[in-house]
């Protein structure tokens, strides 16, 4: 069950982070109180996950699920500049929490 509260976490930190840049786009209420709960449901998550699992691994890949979601969001929605260096590092760091997960059993 840890593992489902870090992918939930790392997925709310996701949309936090979009609707940061939404926010800086719009200035608008909504993008403001979905920021907010996204960002304190990615907390909560992340803190039911560390009950559980290590604070070094569950750190590492719900940051790696939040700035490599971050990342390829903002390539498909927001016109960021997409190369293969790019996109390549980007499978690093999902390889990365995948094998944290791995060598956490």
Do not use: Q
Not at 5 to 24: C, D, P, Q, R, W
Not at 48 to 60: I, K, N, S, V
């Amino acid at each position: 069950m840890a593992w489902l509260y870090l992918i939930a976490a790392g997925l709310f930190e996701i949309s936090g982070v979009t609707l940061i840049n939404k926010l800086h786009r719009d200035h608008s209420k909504t993008a403001f109180t979905g920021m907010i709960l996204g960002f304190g449901l990615s907390f909560i998550f992340l803190a039911l996950a560390m009950e559980t699992l290590p604070m070094g691994t569950a750190y590492a890949v719900w940051t790696g699920i939040g700035a490599s979601g971050g990342a390829i969001l903002g390539m498909i929605w927001y016109g960021e500049r997409k190369s293969l260096f790019r996109i390549s590092c980007i499978f690093i760091i999902i390889a990365a929490a995948a094998g944290l997960k791995l060598i956490s059993e």
